[in-house]
């Protein structure tokens, strides 16, 4: 299986902290995806990079890819009590583009 | 803006019982996807169609089929509910690129929460 893992499975911090959340992969990838989850509600893309990318940032975003390890981070910094939700990472593989391999989730609380 | 609807955010069904979840996007997207999501094993992709009666099986396609008539519509049928398909469904979508392949994010709907008792 090419499902991501995320680690921790859950997270909780105070307002202004920042957080950073892993995702951790088997097989070679086209690109990696970032997805939030408000509870009970639908996924939101966050952030996309690409197998050749190592860095990319998307306002208070940051996201790291390391292909080597199989492995990837997203940190939010200076949190907010809106940035409460879960976190999904997402793989692309390099043959199927219409398959998503999704892993189980970071849930993300942060205290006001 | 992208908008994904799904008909019904609340459902309750008795086994055995043939279920439809309804999705439209108003984008002129292609390709349309069908997941389950159950804690502690993220998102399962049960079907996906790349255009208008085209399909392809996912993961976990048993006890599911789809019926995509419209480009912009495309349902999930339980042909005969069983319990074990209480589980949160999400639809999605993305452009296709004109027969080019899109690697790009996917497009959700606000999802169904469906019990089968």
């Known amino acids: 299986s090419q499902q991501g893992e995320e680690d921790p499975q859950a997270l909780s911090i105070q307002e202004g902290e920042n957080a950073t959340m892993n995702c951790s992969y088997k097989t070679s990838i086209n690109n990696l995806q970032w997805y939030r989850q408000n509870s009970g509600r639908g996924l939101v893309h966050l952030i996309l990079?690409?197998?050749?990318?190592r860095e990319k940032h998307s306002g208070r975003l940051r996201v790291t890819l390391d292909t080597s390890k199989k492995s990837s981070s997203l940190l939010i910094t200076a949190s907010r009590a809106a940035d409460t939700a879960s976190y999904f990472c997402?793989?692309?593989?390099?043959?199927?583009?219409?398959?998503?391999?999704f892993g189980s989730g970071t849930k993300l609380n942060v205290k006001p | 803006d992208v908008k994904v609807t799904q008909s019904s955010r609340y459902l309750v069904k008795r086994t055995g019982e043939k279920v439809f979840l309804e999705c439209v996007q108003d984008?002129?997207?292609?390709?349309m996807f069908w997941y389950r999501q159950d804690p502690g094993l993220g998102l399962r992709l049960i079907y996906f169609?790349?255009?208008?009666?085209?399909?392809e099986k996912g993961d976990i396609p048993e006890g599911y089929s789809v019926s995509r008539e419209k480009k912009e519509r495309f349902s999930l049928i339980l042909e005969s509910a069983s319990t074990n398909q209480t589980s949160m469904y999400l639809c999605a979508s993305r452009p296709g690129l004109g027969g080019r392949p899109n690697t790009g994010e996917l497009f959700f709907g606000e999802g169904s929460r469906l019990t089968v008792l």
């Open positions: 990079i690409r197998s050749n990318e």
């Open positions: 997402a793989t692309v593989g390099v043959y199927n583009f219409n398959k998503f391999y």
């Open positions: 984008m002129d997207h292609e390709n």
């Open positions: 169609s790349y255009d208008v009666k085209m399909k």
